[in-house]
């Protein structure tokens, strides 16, 4: 399976792009994205999902004698890109994989390695209770050690690489949880609830758990200001 590192980045491209604005994905979009991600589908099948998506959409709206509501959240494609996932799967039986060469990505050992040290830079510098303190404290330490370690060699798999940080992601989340107070998770929960509200029909409730488990750790980081550690959230521009 080809490991994307701007999948973020050119899904939330094309749904602004087939939306017809620069609306800003939200934290569940985010949510979502991230379990679409963990689940391995590609993303030429999200991208072609959003494409049919707003191709009914279209059509509908050609065909509407009265305004149609304006489409505000992706999960508004859901569905559409869990039945993309399945075509593409079909399509695939018997298709060879294609390769990749990582030096040529914009994800060169160096840059990698300096985005890992400004991560480490961020978690080392955050003012975090304890018991997470001590996680986000030996997180930093070991983000430094891999930095170190891609230097040295230069046939390091980014792919391993990843896989690595998002142990060390989950160790994050799992001493927030701890630090949080129940207040705090009940309203993030609730707040959640409410947002997905609008997209149950569309989604699976395996994939609804998913998402309010994403939205959760991610409002948490945001709370504290602390980076995602997945090579997925690095940016080529950046």
Do not use: H
């Not at 279209?58 to 992706?74: P, Y």
């Not at 750790?217 to 997925?232: D, I, V, Y």
Request: glycine fraction near 4%.
């Amino acid at each position: 399976m080809r490991n994307y590192f701007n999948y973020f980045t050119e899904i939330e491209e094309r749904f602004q792009q087939r939306r017809g604005s620069l609306l800003m994905l939200s934290t569940l979009d985010w949510a979502l994205i991230e379990t679409w991600r963990e689940a391995g589908i590609p993303l030429e099948a999200v991208l072609r999902g959003i494409d049919n998506a707003f191709d009914k959409y279209d059509d509908r709206t050609r065909r509407s004698t009265g305004r149609l509501r304006k489409v505000n959240g992706l999960a508004w494609c859901a569905q559409s890109v869990m039945e993309a996932v399945e075509q593409a799967m079909e399509a695939a039986i018997g298709a060879a994989p294609s390769e990749e060469n990582e030096q040529e990505s914009g994800f060169e050992n160096e840059r990698v390695a300096k985005y890992l040290e400004e991560n480490a830079q961020v978690l080392a510098s955050a003012k975090i209770e304890p018991p997470a303190d001590a996680v986000i404290t030996e997180t930093a330490t070991r983000l430094r050690a891999l930095a170190s370690g891609l230097r040295l060699d230069a046939s390091t798999s980014l792919e391993d690489l990843d896989r690595t940080l998002t142990v060390l992601e989950e160790k994050v989340f799992a001493a927030l949880m701890t630090a949080a107070n129940e207040e705090q998770l009940t309203a993030l929960r609730e707040q959640a609830s409410r947002e997905l509200a609008p997209y149950r029909g569309k989604m699976q409730a395996v994939q609804i758990k998913q998402v309010q488990q994403q939205f959760l750790q991610k409002k948490l980081l945001e709370a504290r200001n602390l980076p995602r550690l997945s090579l997925f959230y690095m940016r080529l521009d950046g």
